[in-house]
């Protein structure tokens, strides 16, 4: 009897639900996950079917079973709920057999221009949590769309395009010398590419002269820098980066991080790799990886690695934002941040690293000419000691190339919703009221070294996000803030 009285007092566990797009997922993404998940027992996530995202705001970047089949491999979430309805009802709640409905201080609008979840909050059944600053879907769009103005596939006809004296002056189209243009433009950013009139008619007569162009040609490419010169002045409007910094510290990425240790009994696999836009594949791969042992160590490779193998518009997300991705990865237990792109016996040794998974049969985005080369020579001394593996993927056409192709074919669409995105963040960072670093506590530019080498031996980062613990706070009726 006694027994069962302590069972009916026991406390019930809380279930909270949060819903999202989950398009191109980030840090910020991540963060309201983690958040949601430490003010309930037991966190439902509900993600939009790519019909209801279009009909509120625009055609996701990424499709719908890629979105779906990636939340299976986040930490912090329980169950998942799919195909939910932009603006959360009370039926929603009742489907998730959840307490209350969770969501960032950035309260999202619907297609009939009121806020999506009025309805939660007029049920008194609403808890905020802070939403994470300086990373953003608007921003990574905007970064893609950069991106896709200057990336060219291997076999462009300006690909290893050599003069011959003996042959005689080669002839190009119009169309292709634009494009080179273009590429060296973005790539070189040298005086002479500044995209005025003067540079740009010293670059034609260079063309005309080295590819012995026509006239009608040397029109047509006159004509088309002309357009060139409207497409840039669209990028420079682009939103590729948030007024406010991300900024990384050892207190978010404890968070975010297992702070597991292996021990004598456990079989170490690593893996690494630049893991940028972490998606789906990545995600599959790292638990493939992780069944190969008892735990997962990832190396990432620093921004100027990835630079140096596939080109200076790569990557997309910095070293800090892809550290705190992977680490949101349920299967991943430690993150060497930086880590070399060749994997050596010292590495191996230090820690007791016992397989090297390497993931094979996905398509590769264009990278420069000796990137392949690089990854073989890589896992050289791997492949000598009998520690490696190859994986095959299981997303094989998911990649950098695959994304920016999807936002070519729909530039003008994505170009608008990352204009009107950029509006409504700019009014949320205007309002909102900005509070001072804590006591002892120095911000750094994204681009400043970090003198980190893992989640777990971590030396100096500095944060400028305010997470304070666990309070809660009165914003209106029906609404509590969790800070």
Known sequence: ????????????????????????????????????KAICDELVVGVHSDSEIEENKALPVMQQEERYALLDHIKWIDRVLYDVPYSPQLETLDKARADFCIHGDDMPVNAQGVSAYSGMEEAGRLRIVRRTEGV???????????????????????????????AGPLRVSPDDAMDHYALVAATERSPSMDGSPASSNSLICELAAKYAMTTADIDKLNAALGVSAAAAEADASLRTQAPVQLLASTRRIGE????????????????????????????AFLKDARALGTFLLVGIYEDQTIRQAKGPNMPVMSLNERVLNVC?????????????RT?????VKTWDI?????????????????????IDEAYSVIRRLGTYVEIPSRWPELNHTTVVERIVRKRELYEKRNCDRARREDVYYASKARTAAPEGMMEMPLDSQTLVTSTQHSLSIADGEQDPGPTEACMGPGIVVVG
Request: aromatic fraction near 8%; include cysteine; charge should be negative.
């Open 343 to 347: 994997v050596t016996e010292d590495l």
């Open 354 to 374: 016992h397989v090297v998974a390497r993931a094979t049969g996905y398509t590769r985005s264009f990278s420069a000419p000796d990137d392949a080369a690089g």
């Open 136 to 166: 953003s879907t608007t921003d990574i769009i905007g970064r893609l769309l950069t991106l896709a103005r200057s990336q060219h596939s291997p076999d462009h006809a300006w690909t290893g395009l050599q003069l011959s004296g003996r």
């Open 328 to 340: 949101a990865c349920k299967w991943v237990d430690e993150v060497i941040i930086g880590a070399p």
């Open 1 to 36: 009897m006694e027994a069962v009285e302590q069972a009916a007092t026991a406390k019930k566990p809380t279930v909270g639900y949060v819903d999202g797009c989950w398009d191109i997922m980030h840090s910020g993404h991540y963060n309201a996950i983690r958040q949601a």
């Open 256 to 283: 975010f991080s297992s702070a597991r240790k292996p021990g004598s009994e456990d079989r170490v696999v690593y893996a690494c790799g630049s893991f940028d836009m972490f998606h789906v594949g990545h995600a």
